[in-house]
């Protein structure tokens, strides 16, 4: 196996080469087991997505031409936090359900300001599906967090292409792709 640079011809490094695009993974809650961070964004990011049975995840939704909407799935929105994931010590995108996002007020009014409070994402019951709760705390003191990310960019990578603007559920002041 070779690794071509543009061209026919293979490189030879003794060290990987750079990423194009830093690749951060999305962290959803399991069952019984909760994820916790520090935002490092400033705002949620939104964008429809389907759930695709036969792969087991969601994947955005391309618009016109969809696969998933001739099974009559409608996309449904989901938002993305950049967080400071405690356990990895890196960060991670936190996916919150549209539903997790209504009932809690800082993301149901699309605060600008969530930088530096902490969010604790929990799934409820042992589904694996179930329903999620958003709960998000001050946090009193100076953390040196990282620089905030362009999450949008970040989505973008993971699926491959820009989903174009849809008609979704509106949430007041919450941006969606």
Request: with cysteine; glycine share 10%; hydrophobic share 35%.
């Amino acid at each position: 196996m070779s690794i071509h640079a543009g061209g026919e011809t293979p490189f030879w490094s003794r060290t990987p080469p750079p990423r194009p695009v830093k690749f951060y993974p999305i962290l959803r809650p399991k069952p019984n087991v909760s994820i916790k961070g520090h935002i490092v964004n400033p705002f949620i990011e939104g964008v429809g997505l389907h759930w695709s049975p036969s792969l087991e995840r969601n994947l955005a939704c391309p618009g016109e031409g969809c696969k998933e909407d001739h099974v009559k799935r409608p996309p449904r929105w989901y938002g993305y936090l950049a967080i400071m994931d405690r356990g990895l010590g890196k960060i991670v995108l936190a996916e919150i359900t549209y539903q997790a996002a209504k009932d809690n007020p800082l993301l149901d009014k699309g605060q600008d300001s969530l930088r530096g409070l902490v969010l604790t994402l929990k799934r409820y019951g042992n589904a694996k599906r179930g329903r999620v709760r958003a709960e998000i705390e001050p946090f009193h003191r100076d953390l040196g967090l990282p620089p905030a990310i362009d999450v949008r960019k970040a989505l973008v990578h993971i699926f491959g292409f820009e989903p174009p603007a849809m008609e979704l559920p509106q949430t007041e002041g919450v941006n969606h792709v």
